[in-house]
């Protein structure tokens, strides 16, 4: 399954970032490596379950000029309580 922008309204009118906090997400940031892996590592030895999404600078406070320039490199942080097995 290809992610949709966050801010694209899908059929249902939901946009991606709004379909990932019904389903329990939290955003949490943007990365690239080796940070990316190191904050992924962390969030599981913490317990939370991670999901990762495209970069889109309109998701993004600041300036996004760098980020915007290579977008592949970067993914967006989501997480959630792992469930009690």
Known sequence: MVAK?????GRDGVTRQEEL???GWERQATYDEP???EMIDTYREI???????????DQESGCTECMA???EKF??????KSPVK
């Open 69 to 71: 320039a290579v977008p």
């Open 47 to 57: 317990g939370l379950e991670v999901h990762l999404e495209p970069f889109d600078p």
């Open 5 to 9: 922008s966050p801010n694209i309204k």
């Open 35 to 37: 940070r990316l892996s």
């Open 75 to 80: 993914k967006t942080i989501y997480t959630r």
């Open 21 to 23: 906090i019904r389903q």
